[in-house]
């Protein structure tokens, strides 16, 4: 009896024992192998929100840009409102005039009308320090509690990174995605009286970009245009 008790003991001190074991070395590899996949795709779902959030924040400063010029040229004649735009006769032939800068014109202040922004570029590597607003001031750089960052000399840093590119061309009245040269200009023929060169719709376009501080050259993030009608 005695001996039958005790076999009777071993037998279940030894189901215990197996039933206590533990992880074996696959069953951990298993669990470190999903475990880990699960923190890969968590960074990763991560990486791409910020990655979408920063380029959501970027299109909507590269907006604004654009409209900024934009809303700055909304009231500006095609030309200039003094000399406009004309061809000079010179020998045999003829010289465009009024196109683009006109003498003495320097600062933002002096740029009156749409031509004088032709080929423009406000921020890196342009005209001016950097991009401009409505009322043609660079904008400054902010810190995160909206205020101007100042250089060593006390004065505003441009906004970093940047840029407005501004082309303006003249189009064919009936055909907006036309070109035409700015000395274009049609001839009277029949019934036609002739249009003269000042007499063409302006497609102006906004390029805006943005380089930062680990980019090797500026990237575009947005583009704007519209039309001057004649």
């Not at 005790?6 to 470190?32: I, N, P, Q, W, Y």
Request: charged letters at 25%; proline letters at 7%.
């Amino acid at each position: 009896m005695r001996s039958a008790h005790g076999k009777g003991g071993s037998a279940a001190g030894l189901g215990e024992r197996r039933g206590r074991r533990g992880f074996t070395l696959l069953e951990t590899s298993m669990a470190l192998v999903i475990i880990g996949v699960g923190v890969l795709a968590f960074v990763e779902a991560q990486k791409t929100f910020v990655q979408n959030n920063s380029w959501s924040s970027h299109t909507a400063t590269a907006t604004l840009l654009a409209n900024e010029i934009r809303e700055r040229m909304r009231r500006l004649p095609r030309h200039d409102p003094v000399t406009g735009l004309y061809l000079e006769a010179q020998g045999t032939g003829t010289t465009l005039q009024g196109w683009g800068l006109e003498a003495g014109e320097i600062a933002i202040d002096d740029f009156d009308d749409i031509d004088d922004y032709e080929d423009m570029r406000f921020g890196v590597d342009g005209d001016l320090p950097g991009p401009i607003d409505a009322f043609g001031n660079v904008i400054p750089e902010l810190d995160a509690d909206g205020v101007p960052v100042l250089d060593e000399r006390g004065d505003p840093v441009p906004l970093q990174g940047w840029s407005q590119t501004v082309t303006v061309e003249k189009v064919d009245p009936f055909n907006f995605a036309t070109a035409r040269a700015p000395g274009f200009f049609e001839a009277a023929a029949g019934a036609f009286p002739g249009r003269s060169v000042d007499q063409y719709p302006l497609r102006v376009t906004v390029m805006v970009e943005y380089q930062g501080p680990y980019d090797t050259s500026p990237r575009e993030v947005a583009r704007v245009f519209w039309i001057a009608p004649p």
